[in-house]
């Protein structure tokens, strides 16, 4: 059983550039998590998703940053015309929904984003 | 001011030697505090997961603590090996949301 995938692993971008960023939950899970990690800082939560739905999305930057997690495909963090401050960490988990707020969310391996 | 405080920030200890982390949170209404491992370049690892009314979890080496009247717990590591060279996260989450207050970590390094 695979674990959280997230591509790409690294990523480049020069300042005004959009990042796209995806995530695949675990096989089963239905709820996807979007955290980022500044550098020396920890983990601090973005967007919380559902199969087509943003449910808790006060954790994200009200501008340039946009989430979805649709029917069909992984789940996107979108990145518009970045900047240097975006650079970090951002990591991805899913949970299956069935245990509410006591479930583990299951962390994938994170894509670092650069800006330059 | 960080809702979840860890201490220490960084901790060394040679191999074989037991250790302890602490963890303190603000976060309110309380509903579960984890504890999270991450590797170097990795995503954090669940280590224990415990409620308002459970006081200690084990996983192996790995015991949580919880005192929800202080809200402070700790995570003991007996027996340490090389491999747990890492960053251990005291995660919180408040009552009703399934987003995660994350603190800052303790780097743990084991040395042979």
């Known amino acids: 059983n695979a674990g959280v995938m997230q591509n790409p692993r690294h990523l480049v971008r020069r300042r005004g550039q959009e990042a796209r960023l995806r995530c695949s939950p675990m096989?089963?899970?239905?709820?996807v998590y979007w955290y980022r990690q500044l550098p020396e800082e920890g983990l601090k939560f973005m967007v919380y998703?559902?199969?087509?739905?943003?449910?808790?999305e006060s954790g994200m930057p009200k501008e340039r940053f946009s989430a979805e997690f649709p029917k069909e495909g992984p789940s996107i963090l979108r990145i518009q015309q970045v900047v240097r401050g975006d650079s970090a960490a951002y990591f991805c988990?899913?949970?299956?929904?069935?245990?509410?707020?006591?479930?583990?969310?299951?962390f994938g391996p994170g894509t670092r984003l650069l800006v330059l | 001011k960080n809702q979840v405080e860890q201490s220490p920030q960084s901790l060394i200890i040679l191999e074989g030697k037991n250790c302890t982390l602490q963890?303190?949170?603000?976060?309110?209404?309380?509903?579960?505090l984890r504890w999270y491992k991450q590797d170097t370049g990795r995503g954090p690892v669940s280590l224990t997961i415990?409620?308002?009314?459970?006081n200690t979890k084990s996983n192996g080496r790995y015991t949580a603590t919880l005192d929800a009247d202080t809200k402070q717990s700790s995570l003991h590591i007996t027996a340490s090996q090389l491999s747990d060279s890492a960053s251990y996260i005291c995660?919180?989450?408040?009552?009703?949301?399934?987003?995660?207050?994350f603190g800052s970590g303790t780097r743990l390094q084991v040395q042979p």
């Open positions: 988990a899913s949970s299956h929904g069935r245990q509410g707020g006591k479930e583990t969310q299951y």
């Open positions: 096989k089963g899970h239905s709820h």
């Open positions: 998703l559902q199969k087509e739905n943003i449910i808790d």
């Open positions: 963890c303190n949170y603000t976060v309110s209404p309380f509903s579960n």
């Open positions: 415990m409620t308002f009314s459970e």
């Open positions: 995660v919180v989450s408040f009552t009703g949301r399934r987003a995660l207050t």
